[in-house]
């Protein structure tokens, strides 16, 4: 089983499938289905190695050997279980388009990490030494799945987060889904002041495997998550994008309102 790698050849209108296999409906494509299944070639086996390791230069940590296979089995048991939920859908929906295969895989995200029995274990966090000036920022990210599709790209991505570790203040410019799949998160909600400033509206504690959706993003959707506890915690995140290392999923960067921190401040 190969993991799904971007490749230059690729189509607008193609829906690819990730498991490398010949798609039922190659050769099928009509009037009323635009949309055609194509099957690529399997990637070598190092294409994978070299993109985790170009990735780790930008935002992933990096993995020692042993971690690395770890990462790699998660990857592909997660390919697994999405190549088994396209076939349904291809003997389902043969006329389906990817937009609405990718809507299949956010809502069966549950199913896909336990299934595929997602292991946090080989995972560590990008900054570890609690004394370095980005540790609190320092959490670890790792692409476990992309699907390039031009018309309806999505990833999957596992957050890792030490103790007392989370991200910034953020929006995000795609729907986008959390699932906590290990320990517990702290989520707080804000409302934008300013384009640059943000005030605290909700704080809420997220237990193991709860889920959050942001999928109108019409809608205020500005948030941080953070670690509270003594033991690592971390999230799968689903974007409505390609997972490629330069795709972002952050939208803007938001400062605590200056007023709210000032009051914070005087109620420690």
């Known amino acids: 089983m190969s993991i799904p790698q971007s490749f230059s050849t690729r189509q607008s209108g193609d829906f690819v499938s990730p498991d490398g296999l010949p798609s ?107 004394d370095d000036a980005d540790f609190i920022h320092g959490y670890g990210k790792y692409l476990l799945y992309g699907a390039d599709n031009l018309d309806a790209p999505f990833c999957l991505q596992y957050f890792h987060f030490s103790p007392g570790q989370k991200t910034p203040i953020h929006d995000h410019p795609v729907p986008c889904t959390s699932l906590v799949v290990r320990g517990q998160l702290v989520e707080r909600r804000y409302s934008a002041v300013s384009g640059s400033e943000a005030r605290k509206i909700e704080r809420m504690t997220r237990p193991y495997f709860d889920r959050k959706n942001f999928l109108d993003i019409s809608l205020p959707n500005i948030h941080s998550l953070k670690n509270k506890q003594a033991e690592f915690s971390g999230s799968v995140h689903f974007y409505y994008i390609d997972g490629d290392i330069h795709s972002r999923a952050v939208k803007s960067i938001f400062l605590k309102a200056r007023k709210e921190e000032r009051l914070e401040n005087e109620t420690q």
């Not at 009509?30 to 993109?51: E, F, H, N, V, Y």
């Not at 190549?83 to 937009?99: I, M, T």
């Not at 336990?114 to 570890?128: C, G, H, Q, R, W």
């Open 24 to 130: 039922p409906l190659e050769g099928t494509q009509t009037q009323t289905a635009p949309i055609r299944l194509t099957s690529r070639p399997s990637p070598p086996p190092d294409i994978w190695r070299q993109k985790n390791t170009s990735a780790s230069q930008h935002y992933e940590a990096a993995l020692d050997e042993k971690s690395h296979e770890g990462h790699r089995s998660n990857q592909e048991r997660i390919a697994q279980g999405i190549a088994s939920l396209r076939d349904v859908f291809v003997q389902d929906h043969p006329d389906g388009a990817p937009a609405d295969f990718r809507k299949v895989v956010e809502s069966s995200l549950e199913a896909i990490i336990k299934t595929a029995e997602f292991d946090t274990s080989p995972y560590t966090s990008k900054i570890s030494q609690q």
